[in-house]
């Protein structure tokens, strides 16, 4: 039985593709790697974007923080992905909990959430390790003892599916935000979505079982 859903913010609640890809464009000049397309963004995993760039991992931890600055000034006109919302109000009303785990700050999710009356969520959890997210994934769940088999997570990116594979965490992964869904169906994800209505229909049939 599911009782903790962990989802990913960039992509998957808020609609922030576009404005990512500006931002990250904007740093461009300055760390000297070339900009990206959102046909790159939508094909390939962050991971391989870093590595044809050639962005040295010490130069990430700056990068980053940077990029979280530019974000920061853009959170305020970003919206949720549609029928967002409506899904959390109802996953809430049902009784499980919901977190967030992301590589954005806690203020920048904090001020998209409080706008949008988006107050559900139980923990919000900011990491910007460069060990990998599935390190983040496991530190988080034992900060708050969870269950592997008690939780699932929610993400958009290619990322996102290997690091819930190597917690031992099921994944769904939703098909509008960073990745494409011919990019995240390559992965092998335990669940593809399309629409925010589709996570509560699988979460459903897997509490009913």
């Given at each position: 039985?599911?009782?903790?859903?962990?989802?990913?913010?960039?992509?998957?609640i808020?609609?922030?593709?576009?404005?990512?890809?500006?931002?990250?464009?904007?740093l461009?000049n300055?760390y000297?790697?070339?900009?990206?397309?959102k046909?790159?963004?939508?094909?390939?995993?962050?991971?391989?974007?870093?590595?044809?760039?050639?962005?040295?991992?010490?130069?990430?931890?700056?990068?980053?923080?940077?990029?979280?600055t530019l974000v920061q000034?853009?959170i305020t006109?970003?919206h949720p992905?549609?029928?967002?919302?409506?899904l959390?109000?109802?996953?809430?009303?049902?009784?499980?909990?919901?977190?967030i785990?992301t590589?954005?700050s806690?203020e920048?999710?904090s001020?998209?959430?409080?706008?949008?009356?988006?107050?559900?969520?139980?923990h919000i959890?900011?990491?910007?390790?460069?060990?990998?997210?599935?390190?983040?994934?496991?530190?988080?769940?034992?900060?708050?003892?969870?269950?592997?088999e008690?939780?699932?997570?929610?993400?958009d990116?290619l990322?996102?599916?290997?690091?819930?594979?190597?917690?031992?965490i099921?994944?769904?992964?939703v098909?509008w935000g960073?990745?494409s869904?011919?990019?995240?169906?390559?992965d092998?994800?335990?669940?593809?979505v399309?629409k925010?209505n589709?996570?509560?229909?699988i979460l459903g049939?897997?509490?009913s079982?």
């Amino acid at each position: 039985m599911v009782r903790t859903i962990i989802f990913d913010f960039d992509g998957t609640i808020a609609d922030t593709l576009q404005s990512s890809i500006t931002a990250i464009n904007s740093l461009a000049n300055k760390y000297g790697f070339r900009k990206v397309t959102k046909e790159e963004v939508r094909s390939e995993g962050t991971q391989e974007i870093i590595k044809d760039r050639h962005i040295s991992l010490f130069k990430l931890p700056k990068l980053l923080k940077d990029y979280t600055t530019l974000v920061q000034k853009q959170i305020t006109s970003q919206h949720p992905i549609d029928q967002m919302p409506q899904l959390l109000a109802e996953l809430n009303q049902s009784g499980l909990d919901l977190s967030i785990i992301t590589s954005n700050s806690v203020e920048n999710v904090s001020i998209f959430l409080n706008k949008h009356n988006l107050t559900f969520f139980k923990h919000i959890y900011s990491d910007t390790s460069v060990f990998g997210k599935n390190i983040v994934i496991s530190r988080f769940l034992t900060k708050y003892k969870l269950k592997n088999e008690e939780t699932i997570y929610v993400g958009d990116e290619l990322r996102d599916i290997a690091a819930a594979h190597k917690a031992k965490i099921k994944i769904i992964s939703v098909t509008w935000g960073f990745n494409s869904k011919e990019a995240l169906k390559s992965d092998s994800p335990d669940y593809l979505v399309n629409k925010p209505n589709q996570i509560a229909e699988i979460l459903g049939g897997i509490n009913s079982l």
